[in-house]
């Protein structure tokens, strides 16, 4: 999450209350997926899904959000959508 935060720029954009609240949000939200039964075909899809969830989870805070439900829900069902509009696997 920390290094989506450095490269996304978002760097100095959040107080340190507030990273707590998206780095927990982000963590909430990847042990949700991983309880979920979501199969991950390599360790690169599984640092695409954490960034998916990352990078909403960064765009929602730099809109003022705050809320750890708001924002742990928000990026699962972003991810849910990306998900289903891939093509499926062979």
Same mark, same amino acid.
């Given at each position: 999450?920390?290094?989506? +935060?450095? %490269? ?11 990273? +707590? ?14 309880? %979920? ?17 990352? &990078? ?5 805070? &730099?809109?003022?959000?705050?809320? &750890? ?12 959508? %990306?998900?289903?509009?891939? =093509? =499926?696997?062979?």
């Amino acid at each position: 999450m920390l290094r989506i +935060i450095k %490269s996304d720029g978002a760097e100095g954009v959040f107080k340190p209350e507030e990273l +707590i609240i998206l780095v927990a949000a982000f963590l909430e939200a990847w042990e949700h997926l991983k309880r %979920s039964g979501a199969r991950f075909a390599s360790d690169y899809e599984v640092e695409q899904a954490r960034d998916k969830l990352g &990078k909403y989870i960064i765009d929602q805070g &730099k809109k003022g959000e705050r809320d &750890k439900a708001v924002l742990r829900d928000g990026a699962l069902l972003a991810y849910g959508l %990306s998900v289903h509009q891939l =093509p =499926p696997r062979k």
